[in-house]
């Protein structure tokens, strides 16, 4: 609890989180109003999944608050008097994950819900509303994906250690290189199904029970509870990669 | 209170520090003292856990770093002032740091008053200048009330106020029975701070001991003479075993001590102008003892140190 509340501090008293939050939150209700406020009624994007659209954009902004609350650290050697103070360097970067990804879900809950409510009132008669578990797990669930997404983050930031090497990677992956390994003649479809945001998306919007039109789903073959579970699963596995590697490098 | 034990660090084909041994004492302030790359500040991250030695061991009070569980409370460090995010106010700061090892969070308004920033403490760290980041880090460093103290050329690019400040402090924290472990290149620095001196070069120890054994062990000490029957003198003296060079004006003698020159000159009649011993600089003695042990050699011969006596 001690090394949250030491996480907490750090974060919350420098500027880059306040940023990017904000960001996030005007990214994705934005992307909400553009595309519920675009779509005829009639046709399939006015729907739960369609306002939900935006948070692939909110997930690269949260990627970037998180890579940053690690690499910033590096920056100005921060880390060497957190590491000064904490020895356990694991505990203190479990520390900084759990922060971080506690204010990702935090703000992907108010995002999801803000994005839908921005959706509801600006076509009040399209009937958009979380009817069954499906929808339910399209809006909740964002909010889960942002949070496993910056723990991705925050050890891609520790594996780095550079604010701009580490905010590429994450981006230019996590936007670029998964649709193009699909392009991968014959065997990219079938990388494709197993690369981990594509999965994420399987987990969010699953057989389209919640409006996603068919270029709209996941090509992944998992149910949604597996979906998320490999998503998780990924990131504690990077995470733990970068601890290890952590501790055994000079600080 | 601070042990290192064959302490080696190797970065690639580099060898940063060499087999490096010795102690700092309790309640004393140890100077560690070497030329620029000697390995001072890699012996200081490693005493602090922070870099791992490639072999060998450093333990304070008997434990390694990774074992204290409040660390702060027990050694406190300033390695380097602009350890700090730029954006984060001084408070702010010095509040985690607190939280972290479970010190009450007033004592952070105390540590800003000890080093006089309470009137900037809700400023941005990343716009003080290095005097006050300097004190900033030395308020972190006594945040635990520790019994040990790590600074890493402390007075580096200070103002001769800033400088006097931090000599003072050391005095301070000594007098209140601290173990203060300060590294420096400024030799005279050290001999007004420091009673004991680790002095390493290349990485390596080249000795430990008291600040005046070093400097008497290191130096020439001689004697200037001055005196109209400079002539009759330099025959006495020469009789009587003294080394002599011409000096500006007179004679400067070494292998003899002035009360003997003294008695010399009286017994043969000889009018004394002048008759000062000097003592060589702590500079001189680094230069003489850590000679190639410096890393960088500029190509260009050492000047000779300025002679100057020590206060």
Do not use: C, M, Q
């Given at each position: 609890m001690t090394l949250l509340a030491v996480e907490r501090i750090k974060l919350f008293t420098t500027r880059s989180p306040w940023w990017c939050s904000a960001i996030t939150l005007v990214l994705t209700m934005g992307f909400a109003a553009l595309v519920i406020g675009n779509s005829?009624?009639?046709?399939?994007?006015?729907t739960v999944a369609g306002t939900q659209m935006g948070h692939t954009f909110g997930i690269a902004v949260i990627m970037v608050l998180a890579a940053l609350s690690v690499t910033t650290e590096y920056r100005f050697s921060t880390i060497r008097t957190t590491f000064q103070a904490v020895p356990g360097r694991g505990s203190a970067l479990v520390a900084k994950a759990t922060v971080v990804a506690l204010l990702a879900l935090v703000i992907g809950e108010i995002s999801a819900f803000g994005s839908l409510a921005v959706g509801m009132l600006i076509?009040?008669?399209?009937?958009?509303?979380?009817?069954s578990a499906a929808d339910w797990i399209n809006v909740t669930g964002v909010g889960v994906v942002y949070a496993l997404a910056a723990v991705m983050a925050v050890a891609v930031g520790v594996l780095v250690r550079h604010s701009a090497g580490a905010i590429a990677l994450l981006l230019i992956y996590a936007l670029a290189v998964e649709n193009l390994i699909r392009l991968?003649?014959?065997i990219g479809a079938h990388i494709y199904q197993w690369l981990p945001f594509n999965v994420a998306e399987k987990f969010l919007?699953?057989?389209?029970?919640?409006?996603?039109?068919p270029d709209m789903?996941?090509?992944?073959?998992?149910?949604q509870g597996w979906a998320l579970a490999y998503f998780a699963a990924f990131a504690l596995v990077l995470l733990a990669a970068a601890i290890g590697l952590a501790k055994r490098r000079d600080a | 209170m601070i042990e290192a034990n064959g302490l080696t660090k190797r970065y690639g084909r580099t060898l940063?520090?060499?087999d490096l041994s010795f102690s700092v004492e309790s309640g004393q302030v140890t100077g560690f003292l070497g030329p620029n790359g000697a390995g001072k500040s890699t012996t200081m991250r490693m005493i602090l856990g922070l870099d791992n030695p490639t072999s060998g061991q450093v333990r304070i009070g008997g434990k390694s770093?990774?074992?204290?569980?409040?660390p702060l409370r027990t050694i406190g460090a300033l390695l380097?002032?602009?350890?700090?995010?730029?954006?984060?106010s001084a408070r702010a700061h010095l509040k985690w740091m607190a939280v972290s090892n479970r010190i009450p969070v007033t004592r952070v308004d105390e540590v800003l008053d000890i080093v006089g920033l309470t009137s900037v403490?809700?400023?941005?760290?990343?716009?003080?200048?290095l005097g006050m980041s300097q004190r900033l880090g030395i308020a972190a460093a006594l945040l635990g009330d520790p019994e040990v103290l790590l600074f890493d050329e402390?007075?580096?690019?200070?103002d001769p106020e800033g400088i006097l400040w931090i000599r003072k402090f050391m005095h301070r924290l000594a007098d209140e029975g601290r173990t203060v472990f300060v590294s420096s290149h400024l030799l005279s620095e050290m001999a007004l701070t420091a009673s004991n001196l680790v002095v390493i070069g290349r990485g390596r120890l080249i000795s430990q001991s008291s600040t005046k054994d070093f400097v008497t062990r290191a130096a020439d000490n001689t004697v200037k003479v001055r005196s109209p029957q400079i002539d009759r003198l330099r025959a006495v003296l020469a009789d009587a075993g003294a080394e002599l060079t011409a000096e500006d004006g007179g004679i400067l003698v070494a292998g003899m001590d002035s009360d003997k020159i003294g008695e010399l000159a009286a017994a043969n009649g000889v009018v004394l102008h002048e008759l000062s011993p000097r003592t060589g600089s702590l500079e001189q003695a680094f230069m003489q003892i850590t000679g190639d042990a410096?890393?960088?050699?500029?190509?260009?011969?050492?000047?000779?140190a300025v002679l100057e006596p020590i206060r």
């Open positions: 005829p009624s009639e046709s399939g994007g006015v076509k009040p008669g399209a009937g958009i509303a979380l009817n991968i003649p014959s919007t699953g057989d389209g029970g919640s409006g996603a039109g789903r996941s090509t992944a073959t998992l149910g | 940063a520090v060499d770093y990774r074992e204290l569980k409040y380097d002032a602009k350890w700090v995010h730029p954006n984060r403490a809700g400023k941005r760290a990343g716009g003080f200048s402390p007075v580096n690019g200070l410096v890393e960088y050699h500029t190509g260009l011969a050492a000047e000779p």
